[in-house]
């Protein structure tokens, strides 16, 4: 079991894991300031972009231009360390829209945990463990009754020495916060390590029934969601749904086209059956082939009006 707290206040002066940055906080190195704008915008649910970075300053913003929230860090010269000098906001942006899956923690940031963590734990030793799993705040999954059973899995490649995969599963509450329950590293993808790593988060982080997974159609995933041996993952315990935004990025990245990407969300995201009918056809009408690209994707798996309300 792993809380983050103390392995993020090693490296962050004066700021607690995911709490808004405030002037005047004080950070050892660049590289803190930047983790705790992680941490703080996959609690807060949008995504930043730099604006400037240099050896003396980091200016941020939020990634929707319209929303006037930026942060601005400073190197001061004698006491080499960083600063907070400027904090403008609050959002004004649709955040749901702005990030929805905590694309913001990159793997550079869930390394720098985990490195840390290790660091510190000397009884955890990666290269003695074929798997390693952490799991994060679930005591406050478990007990926070405006968490809904929505958890996001993924994965992503561990640079540097190491040439494992990172896995994570993230939760989201009520007001489409998104935030870390569990990291694991696996030497790779495949039904074993995912099936193992969701029988962990079974174990250690939550047992509600209609638990809903969202993944992106790996074909090792589909493969554990398909195993009627694996009844923890089986309506129903468990419901399967695909990323939105997966779906839409493979969209666009096949056809490269804006108003078919946006015409996908709005069939996926359409909360009655006659709105999404009527943009699936408009789809239709833009692309026939994006419509029978879609048409194989079983409807109640991606769009919402299909979905039982377990999303
Ligand atoms: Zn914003």
Redesign the pocket.
């Known amino acids: 079991m792993f809380d983050p707290s103390p392995v993020m206040q090693a490296e962050v002066s004066s700021s607690m894991p995911g709490e808004q940055l405030m002037k005047g906080m004080v950070f050892v190195t660049k590289l803190a300031v930047r983790h705790a704008l992680t941490w703080y915008v996959m609690r807060e649910n ?1 995504s ?1 972009k730099t604006e400037h970075s240099d050896s003396k300053r980091l200016m941020v913003s ?3 231009d319209f ?3 930026s942060v601005h860090a400073i190197c001061c010269k004698g006491d080499n360390v960083w600063k907070i000098a400027k904090c403008k ?5 649709d ?1 749901i829209q ?1 990030a929805h899956d905590g694309r913001m923690i990159d793997s550079a940031f869930l390394a720098y945990v985990l490195k840390r963590y290790i660091q510190e734990d000397h009884a955890y030793k990666i290269k003695n463990l074929r798997h390693v799993a952490l799991a994060v705040q679930n005591t406050k999954y478990h007990t926070t009754r405006h968490c809904r059973p929505v958890i996001s899995i993924d994965a992503t490649h561990l640079y540097g020495k190491y040439k494992e995969k990172l896995m994570i599963a993230m939760a989201t509450d009520a007001n489409n916060k998104i935030y870390p329950l569990a990291f694991a590293i696996v030497e790779s993808e495949s039904t074993e390590t995912w099936g193992w790593f969701l029988a962990c988060i079974r174990r250690y982080v939550t047992n509600r029934r209609h638990l809903c997974v969202i993944s992106d159609r790996y074909p090792g995933i589909q493969a554990i969601f398909r195993d009627t041996n694996r009844d923890f993952l089986q309506p129903p315990m468990t419901e399967h749904y695909y990323c939105l935004r997966h779906l839409c990025n493979n969209v666009n990245t096949r056809w490269n086209n804006e108003t078919l990407k946006n015409l996908v969300w709005r069939a996926a995201s359409a909360t009655q059956e006659k709105k999404f009918n009527a943009t699936f056809d408009l789809i239709e009408n833009v692309n026939r082939d994006v419509h029978e690209y879609l048409k194989d994707v079983p409807k109640e798996k991606w769009a919402l009006t299909f979905d039982k309300g377990y999303r």
């Open positions: 949008f930043f939020c990634e929707d929303c006037p929230w906001g609050p959002h004004t942006c955040k702005n």
